[in-house]
């Protein structure tokens, strides 16, 4: 963004008329065919039910959006923040929950000079409101297969066609670019869809793992099971004590080693900064995934 916000007078930042010290945010107000209805997306006020940290340095944000008409995984939203002097500025983040109801989860990881993620992350609180644009994308979305799911996703029809056979998924995760992806990988799990599902997760270390316990219970259980999930983890920094995988940054020969195979011509999501999709994007070509099997997302300082 370009430039910063302008402090008023008084220094106090409001949340839908309370006072909070700086920094000055006010955030206001195939076979089968599948007919999509998807939401419009709009401007909603959504109140903060609840806030924690998720890792060291982000913090995971439950919402209550009024009017919000659900999502579908891997879709993101608009966050708009405006300073007291009118001033504003509006990020996207990946949401990490899906289906019809009005509740929202966000993932959001801290960017030192960012202008909405640290009062994201440090400064909301529980019961403050801010105004949120979306649901957006049709691009970076899974669905549940409408063959093999136990249920249809919501805002679908399906007529199914015994004939087709679900491709499986891999889903390929940089740090807090996971968030989309277990968003995916939930949504598979509660359609007790039979799609074969993988995710491979790069991250500094344990610590900074997000949704570790969710994937730990998603990773658990017979893989032959309707919504299964295999979660390969490559710790770059720090493994945990006895982990016998070698740290290091994800390469091509690891990447292969890992990842569904081209011949299985799997449907891949890749998300992360984008040195990480770019490297691992062009990798999978290398390795002859198609182009148009590859769906990638970035993310960059909010």
Do not use: K
């Not at 209805?37 to 998720?54: F, K």
């Not at 990988?185 to 799609?195: E, K």
């Not at 081209?262 to 691992?280: D, L």
């Not at 990798?283 to 148009?292: P, V």
């Amino acid at each position: 963004m370009g430039a910063r916000a302008r402090h008023d007078r008084t220094g106090r930042t409001g949340i839908l008329g309370a006072e909070r010290l700086p920094p000055a945010w006010r955030p206001v107000e195939g076979g089968a065919v599948l007919v999509i209805a998807r939401p419009r997306s709009a401007w909603h006020v959504a109140t903060v039910v609840s806030t924690r940290p998720e890792t060291p340095g982000s913090a995971r944000i439950d919402l209550d959006v009024a009017g919000w008409p659900g999502n579908e995984a891997g879709q993101h939203l608009d966050v708009r923040l405006t300073a007291p002097d009118g001033y504003t500025a509006t990020r996207s983040y990946s949401i990490a929950s899906s289906g019809g109801s009005t509740r929202v989860v966000l993932a959001v990881d801290r960017v030192p000079d960012g202008e909405v993620s640290p009062f994201l992350v440090d400064e909301l609180r529980v019961g403050d409101r801010v105004e949120v644009h979306g649901p957006l994308g049709g691009f970076f979305v899974w669905r549940p297969d409408p063959i093999t799911a136990g249920a249809p996703s919501p805002g679908h029809r399906r007529d199914p066609d015994p004939s087709a056979a679900p491709r499986p998924v891999q889903l390929v995760g940089g740090g807090s670019g996971v968030v989309p992806l277990f968003a995916m990988a939930s949504a598979h799990a509660a359609a007790r869809d039979a799609t074969p599902f993988r995710l491979l997760y790069s991250v500094r270390s344990p610590s900074d793992l997000f949704f570790a316990d969710e994937l730990a219970a998603l990773a658990t259980g017979d893989p032959e099971q309707p919504g299964a999930l295999r979660v390969d983890l490559v710790y770059t920094r720090r493994a945990p004590d006895g982990d016998p995988r070698p740290v290091g940054r994800i390469t091509r020969e690891r990447l292969e080693a890992t990842v569904l195979p081209a011949g299985a011509a799997p449907r891949v999501f890749v998300c992360g900064s984008t040195g990480f999709v770019e490297a691992v994007a062009s990798w999978l070509l290398e390795l002859g995934h198609r182009a148009q099997d590859i769906r990638t997302e970035r993310f960059g300082g909010t």
